[in-house]
């Protein structure tokens, strides 16, 4: 699901003046704060909002508790870094929302679940137009203020940068709160 929330300039400063270190694939640079959306409570707040539509509204599920990040830090690219295919985990939906994006500075890339067909398995069709249901992957290309929330399951890459200028996205997971199921499968979660 993607949604737009209009970039804050206090936000993108603060992002400027976080610390970073080189992630250990050496893909790109990741805010030493791996909680950076508790200093960016507005914005937790417009993101919480995001997540729990996606939960109550678009998927339709009757939760009486609600979602909430855990984990969020900023991604720093510069020319030449990527991230490469990865999940989230210990996570319900995670989402990504985007700075500052440069022209040119990647696209993000989410892959259809292994072993989930749209038809056939032995077929090898071609879509006339690509769209959620008969693709293998789906690219998204960023824009600055837009926010993507996704199933933490759901494998994903970042193209390379080829942009001068740096990228900065914010990247969260969240859980859930709440009662959940019915008979066996019944668990509180608080
Ligand atoms: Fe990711």
New binding site residues.
């Given amino acids: 699901m993607t949604t737009e929330i209009p970039v804050d300039q206090g936000w993108i400063d603060y992002a400027e003046k976080q610390k970073y270190e080189r992630m250990k694939n050496n893909t790109g640079f990741v805010s030493t704060n791996l909680r950076v959306l508790d200093d960016l409570l507005d914005l937790r707040k417009f993101i919480t909002e995001k997540t729990d539509h996606y939960i109550k509204d678009y998927m339709q599920y009757l939760v009486d508790g609600g979602t909430y990040v855990t984990t969020s830090w900023i991604n720093k690219h510069h020319k030449l870094d990527y ?1 490469p295919p ?1 999940r ?1 985990g210990n996570s319900i939906l ?1 989402g ?1 929302y985007y700075l500052k994006t440069p022209k040119d500075s990647g696209v993000i890339q989410f892959h259809k679940p292994d072993g989930i067909e749209y038809l056939s398995p032995t077929f090898n069709f071609i879509p006339k137009e690509s769209y959620t249901y008969n693709c293998d992957y789906y690219s998204f290309v960023p824009k600055e203020g837009m926010l993507i929330i996704f199933p933490s399951f759901l494998k ?1 890459l970042v193209t390379s940068s080829q942009a001068h200028d740096i990228r900065y996205s914010i ?1 969260f997971n969240t859980f859930i709160k709440g009662s959940f199921g019915d008979d066996v499968n019944f668990i509180e979660l608080a």
Wanted: hydrophobic fraction near 45%.
């Fill in positions: 991230a990865h989230h995670s990504v994903h990247a």
